[in-house]
């Protein structure tokens, strides 16, 4: 047991495995928010230093920068560029500017910042995974004492933490739950240390995800145990359908290389079209439970995202409007775009907006998944990325990012085990010929 331990070995590896193993205890005092772009900003600085310091400590300098970090920082600066213009066009006040472009620090940035830490630094994937099982454990220790809260009808909320001064995108995010009730049918939730259930949904899934990968048992079957936990808890719909969609579809294009797969692939493909028929009105069916199981969310997202398109399209096409306001009754007073990585960027930053999100998936998707087909690490990273899209259709990436921090330092790691990859596969330059004096010189010698 002692072989398998994983500890800490340099000072971004203690930053982190702290950072994680101690989120239960930054919640309970409203500071799990502010954690990950302080962290964030402690690892760029680390990556600076060593960069300054690399000709007095070469064994301390970063890795060189791969290509898919690249992408992804260009794509957030030109979202800052994005957002810089629309305050500029919509005649926003320089306040205003201002605190966009720290929201866009805390949230955007972050989706650059943790893999280019991932990436450069000295960090091993073995060592967030391991964290994130200590983190299951607290979460398993801890559970049953929010489902008593819930049982003896303690108070749900019990405070906000003062850190709020320091601001965020609202008072949910320093806010200190122990459960919460359904407005729409009277059912306990719980969204442990996240602002909403369905973020806490989330983090189960990545759970699930990183539980998969470890490789002591016990702790990978706590980890899926925790995970699936979560998802259920928080009665969240996407959580549940990514436990059930996830795993077939990473296994699968993990393998897409494996001639056998291909040929069971096409046979599927020919019975799927014989029996067309019943496979589309299942998949209406579960689409229509899917929608059914909590009708007003569905609404409201729906009324959402309709205005966030409609109005993008009519008043803000290229750079969007800026900022995000409150919608009406209608929509329970949801800010416009909300739920929806997708229509808020439209709404927000437009179509230029869109498109830097865009572009670095599509990027990261291509990477990892030829990296897939040869690594377990890219498997994973391919995995983290399908469980961004999959958020992005029912979450503000921007938002959470703050939560998903290890599975953004994780696809870091990935970034630079594919650039590796292409270093030892790429075929050594072809020797100079020598002049005949020199290579009966060097024969002599030899």
């Known amino acids: 047991?002692?072989?398998?331990?994983?500890?800490?070995?340099?000072?971004?590896?203690?930053?982190?495995?702290?950072?994680?193993?101690?989120?239960?205890?930054?919640?309970?005092?409203?500071?799990?928010?502010?954690?990950?772009?302080?962290?964030?900003?402690?690892?760029?600085?680390?990556?600076?230093?060593?960069?300054?310091?690399?000709?007095?400590?070469?064994?301390?300098?970063?890795?060189?920068?791969?290509?898919?970090?690249?992408?992804?920082m260009g794509g957030m600066l030109a979202m800052l560029v994005a957002l810089l213009a629309a305050h500029l066009l919509n005649g926003l006040d320089a306040p205003q500017t201002v605190k966009s472009s720290i929201g866009w620090l805390k949230g955007w940035g972050l989706l650059a910042l943790f893999p280019l830490a991932g990436a450069c630094l000295r960090i091993r994937p073995a060592l967030v995974l391991r964290a994130m099982y200590w983190f299951a454990l607290q979460t398993a220790i801890i559970t049953p004492l929010l489902v008593l809260a819930a049982l003896a009808h303690l108070p749900s909320k019990l405070f906000i933490s003062?850190?709020?001064?320091?601001?965020?995108?609202?008072?949910?995010?320093?806010?200190i739950y122990l459960y919460i009730v359904d407005p729409s049918n009277g059912a306990?939730?719980?969204?442990?240390?996240?602002?909403?259930?369905?973020?806490a949904g989330m983090m189960g899934d990545m759970l699930c995800l990183f539980a998969c990968f470890e490789t002591n048992r016990r702790h990978r079957g706590l980890g899926l145990f925790v995970g699936v936990m979560m998802a259920f808890m928080t009665k969240s719909r996407m959580a549940m359908l990514f436990l059930v969609v996830a795993p077939p579809?990473?296994?699968?294009?993990?393998?897409?290389?494996?001639?056998?797969l291909l040929m069971i692939g096409a046979a599927v493909s020919t019975m799927s079209g014989i029996i067309a028929g019943p496979i589309i009105t299942a998949i209406q069916d579960g689409v229509a439970a899917f929608k059914g199981a909590r009708a007003d969310s569905t609404r409201v997202r729906e009324a959402l995202g309709r205005i966030a398109i409609d109005r993008w399209w009519d008043e803000a096409p290229i750079w969007g409007h800026?900022?995000?306001?409150?919608?009406?009754?209608?929509?329970?007073?949801?800010?416009?775009?909300?739920?929806?990585?997708?229509?808020?960027?439209?709404?927000?930053?437009?179509?230029?907006?869109?498109l830097s999100l865009?572009?670095?998936?599509?990027?990261?998707?291509?990477?990892?998944?030829?990296?897939?087909?040869?690594?377990?690490l890219g498997r994973l990273g391919l995995g983290v990325v399908l469980m961004l899209i999959f958020y992005s259709f029912g979450e503000n990436l921007e938002i959470l990012a703050y939560l998903a921090w290890p599975a953004l330092l994780l696809l870091g790691?990935?970034?630079?085990?594919?650039?590796?990859?292409?270093?030892?596969?790429?075929?050594?330059?072809?020797?100079?010929?020598?002049?005949?004096?020199?290579?009966?010189?060097?024969?002599?010698?030899?």
Request: net charge positive; hydrophobic share 50%; with cysteine.
């Open 322 to 354: 800026g900022i995000v306001v409150r919608g009406s009754h209608h929509v329970e007073y949801m800010p416009i775009g909300s739920h929806h990585t997708w229509f808020g960027l439209l709404y927000v930053k437009g179509a230029a907006g869109a």
């Open 1 to 72: 047991m002692a072989a398998d331990r994983i500890a800490p070995e340099n000072s971004e590896e203690r930053l982190i495995f702290g950072a994680i193993v101690c989120g239960w205890a930054f919640y309970a005092i409203g500071a799990l928010y502010v954690v990950g772009p302080v962290l964030a900003m402690l690892l760029l600085g680390t990556i600076l230093w060593r960069h300054y310091t690399g000709p007095a400590w070469p064994h301390l300098r970063p890795e060189p920068v791969p290509a898919g970090v690249w992408v992804w």
């Open 249 to 260: 579809v990473l296994w699968t294009l993990s393998r897409l290389s494996r001639p056998r």
């Open 162 to 175: 003062p850190l709020q001064i320091i601001g965020g995108p609202g008072p949910e995010f320093f806010a």
């Open 188 to 199: 306990l939730r719980w969204q442990f240390v996240c602002p909403w259930a369905p973020a």
């Open 358 to 376: 865009a572009i670095p998936i599509v990027w990261t998707v291509v990477e990892m998944l030829l990296l897939a087909q040869v690594s377990k």
């Open 413 to 446: 790691c990935a970034f630079r085990a594919a650039r590796t990859a292409r270093q030892t596969m790429e075929p050594d330059p072809p020797t100079p010929a020598m002049p005949p004096g020199v290579a009966v010189i060097r024969s002599a010698a030899c």
